[in-house]
C-alpha cells in the first residue's frame, strides 16, 4: 500500500472521528453522524468550502469595531483581549471546516505577536490576511505576508532601507516560511534583504487615522541586481527603478525560492506534523513527505490540492496514527464544549456572555501554554518544532490544569453572563443505546470521548470502581429504570447525575483523553 494512495471506501464512524478531530478542533456528534458513509474527497470538500467572511471583533466601549477606531493607548488592552476572545469565538462556533485550523497552523508559521507589535488593529488585519489565504494560494500568501504591515514591524522591513539594510525578515522568510534552514547562504539572506528594501507601513498607533496599509517607497529601494548563489542556481535579480520595483522583486524572489523542490518539502512535512505526527521516519519521508511535496509544487502550490491529497491518503487514516499527538490546549479547550454542542453567544446581542465565555476559554488554554496571537518565539509553539513535539504540552502544572478545567466543565460550574454550561451527564447516558446497561453506556461513551481504544480491563475499572463504586453492577441498571421510572424526582435524578458526572470526570482525567 502506497502511503499516499487515496482511501475511496466511505468513512466509517471511527474514521470520521479521527478526520474531525485533526481537521477541526473537535466535532459534535451531530458532524460525526453526517459525515459517517461519505467518501474522504467528498468529505474534504465539505471542510473546504467557502465559508462566509467573519464580522471583526467589537470595541467594548462604543460597540463598534475597532479597526474602524484610531489608535488608543488606554485601549490597546482591551482591543488585544477582545482580539483573542474573538477568534476563540470564532474556534468554538465554526462548523466542520478546515478554516480556523488552518488559520491557526498559519498563525504559527507567520508568526506576529501582540507583544511586539503593540497595536492590535494590526495583529487583527494580519488575522483577516491569514484568514483569506488559509485554503489558497501559497505564492499570493507569501507576496502579502511579505507586505503586511505587521509582519513589517514585527521583523523590522520597515527598516531595510537602501544603504543600510535589516536583514531579519530576508532570514526569517527562508528559514522559518519557505525554504528551510541549511538550503541557503548568508549571501543569500544579504541579496534578499536587498530585493526587500522600500516596503514600510503606515498608521501605527495613529490618532488620527484608522487606516492601515502597506507601502512601497522607491527612493528607499536598493536598485542594484542581486546576485544569489549556488543554492538558488545563481539565480540573478535585475535590479529596478520606479513605482513597480518593489512588487516585481518581491515576486521573482517568491519565484525562485518556490522552484526549489526543498520549499515543498519543507511546508509539506510542517504540514504532516499538524495533521498526522512527528515522526518523519525514512519511510515516511520517501513514500509520503515526497510525493506529497510534489503534488504541491507541480499543482502550483494551492493549499486545497495538497490538502486533499494529505487528508484522503491511507496514511492519515492508519489505526496505528489515530491518538498519537497529544491534544494542544487549544484542542482540549474548544473540542471538549464542542462535543457538548456548547457554542458562544452571540457578540452583540450578548456581549458580556460572549465575553466571559471566550475569556475563560482563552485562558486556559494560555495557561495551557498556546496563548494565541502571543507565541513566545518567532519559531512559534514548542511543541510543533522542537524535540519531543506534542509531549511538550504535558508537564507536572499543565497535566493538574487540564484535569481541572475538564472537572469543571463536566461539572458545569463555568457561568458566563446569564448563562451556565450544562454538560448534563444524565442526558448523554440517554444519547447511548442502554444507558441501563453499565457495559454499553461505558463502551459507548469511551467510543466517543477516546481517540484510542481502551482496553477491558480499563472499562471494566470504569464500570466497577468508578460508575458503581464497588457495587454490583446490577445496582446501577436499578438505580437507572428507578430514576427512568420517575423521571421528575429530584432525588433519583441526583443519585444517577452524581455517579455519571464522577465517571465523565474521571474519564476526562485519563491519559488515553489527552490523545488526539
Known amino acids: 500500500m502506497a502511503l499516499l494512495d487515496p482511501i475511496k471506501k466511505p468513512l466509517t464512524l471511527q474514521q470520521v472521528a479521527h478526520l474531525l478531530r485533526r481537521a477541526t478542533f473537535g466535532p459534535s456528534p451531530a458532524q460525526i453522524q453526517q459525515f459517517t458513509g461519505q467518501t474522504p474527497q467528498a468529505a474534504l470538500q465539505l471542510l473546504l468550502a467557502t465559508t462566509p467572511t467573519p464580522a471583526p471583533p467589537i470595541d467594548p466601549n462604543t460597540a463598534k469595531p475597532f479597526n474602524t477606531l484610531v489608535f488608543d493607548a488606554n485601549q490597546q488592552g482591551n482591543w488585544q483581549s477582545a482580539t483573542k476572545y474573538w477568534w476563540v469565538g470564532l474556534m468554538l462556533n465554526e462548523g466542520a471546516s478546515l478554516r480556523e485550523k488552518m488559520t491557526l497552523f498559519w498563525q504559527n508559521h507567520f508568526v506576529s505577536t501582540f507583544n511586539e507589535v503593540s497595536d492590535a488593529r ?44 535589516n536583514e531579519n525578515y530576508g532570514r526569517e522568510l527562508q528559514e522559518l516560511f519557505t525554504i528551510g534552514r541549511g538550503n541557503y547562504s548568508e549571501d543569500d539572506v544579504k541579496a534578499a534583504a536587498r530585493v526587500l528594501t522600500g516596503w514600510t507601513e503606515t498608521g501605527y498607533r495613529s490618532a488620527t487615522t484608522a487606516d492601515i496599509t502597506a507601502t512601497f517607497r522607491p527612493a528607499q529601494h536598493d536598485t542594484t541586481d542581486k546576485v544569489f548563489s549556488d543554492a538558488y542556481q545563481k539565480t ?18 517568491v519565484d525562485m525560492i518556490l522552484r ?23 519511510d515516511v519521508e520517501q513514500n509520503f513527505i515526497e510525493p506529497l511535496a510534489k503534488i504541491f509544487r507541480d499543482g502550483g502550490y494551492e493549499m486545497r ?38 457554542t458562544a453567544p452571540d457578540p452583540v446581542t450578548n456581549p458580556m456572555g460572549f465575553t466571559q465565555l471566550t475569556a475563560y476559554i482563552w485562558s486556559n488554554s494560555r495557561n495551557l501554554q498556546q496563548d494565541i496571537m502571543d507565541q513566545p518565539t518567532v519559531f512559534g509553539w514548542r511543541p510543533y518544532y522542537d524535540t519531543g513535539y506534542y509531549d511538550l504540552w504535558i508537564n507536572s502544572t499543565t497535566l493538574a490544569l487540564r484535569g481541572l478545567y475538564t472537572d469543571q466543565v463536566a461539572a458545569g460550574n463555568v457561568k458566563y ?55 454490583p453492577r446490577y445496582e446501577w441498571t436499578a438505580e437507572w429504570n428507578t430514576y427512568a421510572a420517575a423521571p421528575t424526582d429530584k432525588n433519583k435524578l441526583m443519585a444517577v447525575r452524581t455517579k455519571l458526572n464522577t465517571t465523565l470526570q474521571f474519564m476526562f482525567r485519563m491519559a488515553e483523553y489527552q490523545l488526539n
Do not use: C
Open 236 to 253: 540573478v535579480i535585475r535590479g529596478r527603478t520606479g513605482a513597480t520595483a518593489g512588487e516585481d522583486e518581491l515576486g521573482e524572489l
Open 122 to 165: 494590526y495583529i487583527y488585519r494580519q488575522n483577516t490576511v491569514l484568514r483569506r489565504h488559509a485554503l489558497g494560494n501559497f505564492r499570493s500568501f507569501v507576496i502579502d505576508m511579505t507586505k503586511d504591515p505587521a509582519m513589517l514591524r514585527y521583523l523590522n522591513g520597515n527598516q531595510n532601507v537602501a544603504g543600510k539594510p
Open 417 to 471: 453572563g446569564t448563562d451556565k454550561l450544562t454538560l448534563d451527564p444524565v442526558v448523554l447516558a440517554q444519547r447511548t443505546s442502554d444507558p441501563g446497561d453499565p457495559v454499553k453506556l461505558i463502551d459507548e461513551w469511551t467510543a466517543q470521548f477516546f481517540a484510542i481504544d481502551l482496553t477491558k480491563s480499563q472499562r471494566d475499572f470504569l464500570i466497577d470502581n468508578v460508575l458503581v463504586s464497588g457495587l
Open 305 to 342: 490540492t495538497v490538502l486533499t491529497a494529505l487528508l484522503t491518503s491511507q496514511h492519515f487514516y492508519d489505526d496505528g496514527l489515530r491518538g498519537a499527538v497529544v491534544k494542544s490546549p487549544l484542542e482540549l479547550t474548544l473540542g471538549t464544549l464542542r462535543y457538548f454542542g456548547i
Open 260 to 282: 526549489q523542490p526543498e520549499t515543498a518539502r519543507f511546508l509539506v512535512r510542517k504540514l504532516y506534523r499538524w495533521f498526522i505526527n512527528a515522526d518523519l521516519t525514512p
